[in-house]
C-alpha cells in the first residue's frame, strides 16, 4: 500500500479509534432476520455453488460488504 494510502482510505467511524473507550463493551449489536427462502440458499446451494462451507459464504459476504464501505472495489483473482 502506498504511503498515503491508508490516510485517504475512510475511518471505520467518525472519530479515530480510542483503545480505552472502544472496547467490546460498549459495542453496540445488529440483529438481522432473513426470509426462510432467502435462509434455505445461503445455507445449502449457495456453498455447493462453489464447493464451498457455509462459513465460507458468510466470510466471503463480509468481506464484499466491508469493501464496499470502504470504497475499495473488490480484486478479480
Not at 456453498?47 to 475499495?72: I, M, Q
Request: glycine share 6%; no cysteine.
Amino acid at each position: 500500500m502506498a504511503a498515503g494510502a491508508a490516510a485517504r482510505r475512510p475511518r471505520i467511524g467518525a472519530r479515530a479509534l480510542d483503545p480505552g473507550r472502544d472496547t467490546y463493551g460498549t459495542a453496540e449489536h445488529l440483529t438481522l432476520t432473513l426470509p426462510e427462502e432467502v435462509t434455505e440458499q445461503l445455507l445449502t446451494r449457495v456453498p455447493a455453488a462453489f464447493k464451498a462451507e457455509v462459513n465460507d459464504v458468510l466470510l466471503a459476504a463480509f468481506v464484499l460488504a466491508w469493501a464496499r464501505w470502504r470504497g475499495t472495489p473488490p480484486r478479480r483473482p
